[in-house]
């Protein structure tokens, strides 16, 4: 005994469209993802540096040097200097420009507060453009606890 069993036209219709649901799922996804990782891999501190169109300053022909060393002696430039000639080597150095900028290398034995005594002094001489000279490290600081 055969039995035979027909339910009309087995050919399934052919469905000509995508579902772009779940594509457009995913691509959400990744927006939110992108969105919440992108502020963290910026630096720390949110600046927003406005643009300049100055000119770069050019280097200073003859920067001076004024060296702190580890047993409190000063140097200007090479020449040693002492305490009391301090104000008129520094007038002498930079021809009586205030405005000069003055590069203050000292060594690390020297504590702080002889350093920002000597810092005190050069802005009591009228000094106020100073800056600090250190030297490069190739490996990373350590980071603060």
């Given at each position: 005994?055969?039995?035979?069993?027909?339910?009309?036209?087995?050919?399934?219709?052919?469905?000509?469209?995508?579902?772009?649901?779940?594509?457009?799922?995913?691509?959400?996804?990744?927006?939110?993802?992108?969105?919440?990782?992108?502020?963290?891999?910026?630096?720390?501190?949110?600046?927003?540096?406005?643009?300049?169109?100055?000119?770069?300053?050019?280097?200073?022909?003859?920067?001076?040097?004024?060296?702190?060393k580890a047993?409190?002696?000063?140097?200007?430039?090479?020449?040693?200097?002492?305490?009391?000639?301090?104000n008129a080597?520094?007038?002498?150095?930079?021809?009586?420009?205030?405005?000069?900028?003055?590069?203050?290398?000292?060594?690390?034995?020297?504590?702080?507060?002889?350093?920002?005594?000597?810092?005190?002094?050069?802005?009591?001489?009228?000094?106020?453009?100073?800056?600090?000279?250190?030297?490069?490290?190739?490996?990373s600081a350590?980071?603060?606890?």
């Open positions: 005994m055969a039995l035979l069993l027909h339910h009309g036209d087995d050919d399934l219709a052919e469905a000509h469209e995508i579902n772009v649901t779940p594509f457009i799922d995913v691509m959400l996804v990744l927006l939110i993802i992108f969105m919440v990782a992108a502020p963290l891999a910026t630096v720390d501190v949110a600046v927003d540096l406005p643009v300049s169109t100055a000119a770069p300053h050019p280097r200073e022909p003859k920067p001076i040097f004024l060296t702190l047993d409190h002696s000063l140097a200007l430039g090479e020449t040693p200097v002492s305490d009391s000639e301090l080597a520094l007038d002498a150095a930079s021809g009586s420009d205030k405005d000069q900028r003055i590069f203050m290398r000292a060594d690390t034995q020297v504590e702080y507060g002889a350093l920002m005594e000597l810092m005190n002094r050069l802005r009591a001489a009228g000094y106020l453009k100073v800056a600090l000279v250190g030297l490069e490290s190739r490996q350590p980071q603060p606890p």
